[in-house]
């Protein structure tokens, strides 16, 4: 009787989190199926990669006073950083695209939040194809530019947790930012200018740590660094500490961000009660 | 009227209808103007700390990105309708530029301006001011050889476009322009043989960077010349290769009167 209630129960208020996980799901079903995306994508990574392997051989990075810093190195951080670009197409102006197309008032159902709906999706397709490139790497970037893994196995496990939390932070930023749309039609530039603040700031190609010191102290005062360099970090000369204060770095962005969507999320619920667009 | 009255009449004609909305057209062209400049800072924090990639300096970075943004965006503001050609081909939406007594592909090609393109053409003409010597030989040059690698830019693109007649999807079709653009704007130092020859013939991203830079490190006549001809058949190739694939191309029954 009790287990027929508990079932009964269920079934007519299946938890929140239920949907959420649907959505996730969702997300990384989509990248397994989307193959000629996902072939497309690898073709960009290889060629990026084949490009900037043979810069960073070139590279004098003895003038940069890194020690122990090898082209092997410079590559895998490559390889890291762009594993996080690629894997997330288009997330400056997903959220904006519901605006854009009027229908704001969609952010008002319940009991689930659309937002969240949203970002697990993103999350789901985002994280599936960033470790789909991280696993590819793992394979071409030893066979094919002669950098073998400058990392122990077992720290992989901790690569993949800084992959996640990188996509999880990047497609934050991403959300809050298209919410720009309600003032107007500019997601898509602003998406523009987020990107180029992610490649800079964050050291897509060349690590944070490596700039001149003003410009560091500027961009640890950003998110971007913890959506790449925290990432390409494992795979530079660093200390443990330098990697675990990347780690924290994320931990405390994705606090920030989390806080930002909520504070968003009302702020934009009570423009649409007060306005009614 | 004569296919040049035409095209200039329809350049005009797409120029005014941008500047009816002058704010989204400055808007548009800063944004792209401050982003270039953005991702060119990473360059310059780079050459700040070392001094250079195989004998490529800060200056042959600056030129190579900055003929690059100019000719590219020449050309795109002018043709943007060069990055539409997959989409058209997948909708059916070419019909009603087959049913016009003009090329095709040039009403294909100027049906519209992109006005972040003319953000491009000042990103590259800021930084040739900037980084190339201002005497009117080397400006000259530098000018000319930013519209060689913008015509080559445009070949490309449409070339790419062009395979979606032979059913490549639109993603594909914008993440192989993708890997390109990355090949052509980034240093190509230290390339193998083999690499040197693709990238000089089949993937033809070396006349967009490593020879215009090449040039412009040490003039020589042969090499200019190389670089024009280049362009002409890239330009040509691309043309070939839209046609070719304009006979597989199926109607989408969208025949509609157009201006």
């Keep these: 009787m009790s287990l027929e209630l508990t079932l009964c129960t269920k079934n007519a208020h299946p938890p929140l989190s239920k949907g959420y996980v649907a959505a996730f799901k969702m997300g990384c079903r989509q990248t397994l199926h989307d193959r000629v995306d996902f072939v497309s994508t690898t073709m960009i990574y290889l060629v990026l990669l084949y490009i900037f392997s043979t810069i960073f051989r070139h590279m004098p990075l003895h003038e940069l006073n890194v020690a122990g810093l090898r082209p092997e190195n410079m590559i895998w951080y490559l390889a890291m950083t762009e594993c996080i670009m690629l894997g997330s197409p288009g997330g400056y102006t997903f959220g904006a695209h519901i605006i854009a197309q009027g229908r704001l008032s969609e952010f008002l159902t319940r009991p689930n939040s659309l937002s969240i709906f949203i970002l697990c999706w993103l999350w789901g397709r985002t994280i599936t194809l960033s470790l789909l490139l991280f696993l590819l790497s793992l394979v071409i970037v030893p066979l094919l530019y002669q950098a073998p893994l400058p990392i122990e196995l077992w720290k992989i496990s901790f690569v993949v947790m800084t992959i996640v939390l990188s996509c999880v932070i990047l497609q934050l930023i991403g959300f809050i930012a298209s919410m720009v749309e309600i003032f107007g039609p500019f997601s898509t530039q602003v998406g523009w200018m987020m990107s180029k603040m992610t490649f800079v700031l964050g050291g897509l190609y060349f690590p944070v740590i490596f700039f001149p010191l003003h410009i560091q102290h500027f961009a640890f005062l950003t998110p971007f660094p913890s959506v790449l360099n925290a990432v390409g970090v494992h795979m530079l000369p660093v200390t443990d500490v330098t990697i675990l204060c990347g780690f924290l770095m994320q931990i405390l962005w994705l606090a920030i961000l989390l806080t930002a969507l909520y504070i968003a999320n009302k702020w934009m619920i009570r423009y649409v009660m007060k306005t009614g667009v | ?259």
């Design chain 2, 1 to 259: 009227m004569n296919t040049l009255h035409w095209l200039s009449c329809l350049i005009a004609h797409n120029i005014k209808q941008q500047f009816s909305d002058r704010k989204n057209f400055l808007i548009l062209s800063f944004v792209m103007f401050a982003q270039n400049l953005l991702f060119f800072q990473m360059w310059t924090i780079m050459f700040s700390r070392i001094s250079n990639i195989n004998g490529w300096k800060m200056e042959q970075v600056a030129f190579l990105f900055g003929s690059l943004t100019f000719g590219f965006g020449i050309f795109f503001f002018l043709m943007g309708g060069s990055n539409l050609i997959a989409r058209q081909i997948h909708s059916g939406a070419l019909d009603s530029f087959l049913a016009q007594p003009r090329p095709v592909i040039l009403s294909v090609l100027f049906q519209r301006i992109r006005p972040d393109s003319f953000g491009d053409f000042l990103t590259g003409l800021l930084i040739l001011l900037f980084y190339v010597p201002l005497a009117f030989k080397p400006l000259l040059l530098s000018m000319i050889l930013g519209v060689s690698s913008g015509l080559v830019m445009v070949a490309l693109r449409i070339t790419i476009e062009s395979l979606a007649f032979w059913q490549l999807s639109e993603e594909a079709v914008d993440n192989t322009f993708i890997s390109a653009i990355i090949a052509a704007s980034n240093p190509q130092v230290g390339y193998g043989p083999i690499a040197k020859i693709l990238i000089l013939t089949i993937i033809p991203t070396g006349y967009v960077a490593f020879l215009p830079v090449e040039i412009m490190r040490s003039f020589s006549m042969p090499l200019f010349l190389w670089q024009l001809v280049a362009s002409v058949v890239c330009i040509t190739v691309a043309v070939v290769v839209f046609y070719r694939g304009l006979r597989n191309y199926s109607s989408g029954n969208n025949i509609i009167m157009m201006r």
